[in-house]
C-alpha cells in the first residue's frame, strides 16, 4: 500500500519556525516530483512548493518564497519543508503529494499521491 505520512506540524508563534516531513512507503518516489500544498478553512487548496524528482528544479509559491525552503531525500524515501519567518496566514493543513511525472508542479491535478495532512497553526 503506498503511503505518504506527514509530520512535524504544530503551534508555533509568528515569526517562528516549523519544518514538515513527508515520508512516504510502499514504492520509491525517486522518478517523481513531489509537492506541497495547504488548505485553510474555508478556503481550495492552494500550492505551496514543489520539486523535481533529482531536486533540480524547485518552485515555490510567491507567499511563501524566501521563507519556505523544500528538499528531499531519495535514498531516505523522504520530502521536507522548512519554514520560517512564519505568519498566521500560514495557518493551514499542510499536505505532501507525489506526482506522476519527473517534476513538481503547482496543478493538483498532476498528482497521484497524496498525504492526510498535518495541522499548522501560527499565532499572531
Known amino acids: 500500500q503506498v503511503q505518504l505520512i506527514e509530520s512535524g506540524g504544530g503551534l508555533v508563534q509568528a515569526g517562528g519556525s516549523l519544518r514538515l516531513s513527508c515520508a512516504a512507503s510502499?514504492?520509491?518516489?525517486?522518478?517523481?516530483?513531489m509537492g506541497w500544498f495547504r488548505q485553510a478553512p474555508g478556503k481550495e487548496r492552494e500550492f505551496v512548493s514543489a520539486?523535481?524528482?533529482?531536486?533540480?528544479?524547485?518552485e515555490y509559491a510567491d507567499s511563501v518564497k524566501g521563507r519556505f525552503t523544500i528538499l528531499r531525500d531519495n535514498v531516505k524515501n523522504t520530502m521536507s519543508l522548512q519554514m520560517n519567518s512564519l505568519k498566521p496566514e500560514d495557518t493551514a493543513i499542510y499536505y505532501c503529494?507525489?506526482?506522476?511525472?519527473?517534476?513538481?508542479?503547482?496543478?493538483?491535478?498532476?498528482?497521484?499521491?497524496w498525504g492526510q495532512g498535518t495541522q499548522v497553526t501560527v499565532s499572531s
Open positions: 503529494a507525489a506526482s506522476r511525472g519527473l517534476f513538481g508542479s503547482s496543478w493538483r491535478s498532476n498528482y497521484d499521491y
Open positions: 520539486i523535481s524528482s533529482r531536486g533540480g528544479t524547485i
Open positions: 510502499g514504492r520509491t518516489f525517486s522518478n517523481n516530483g
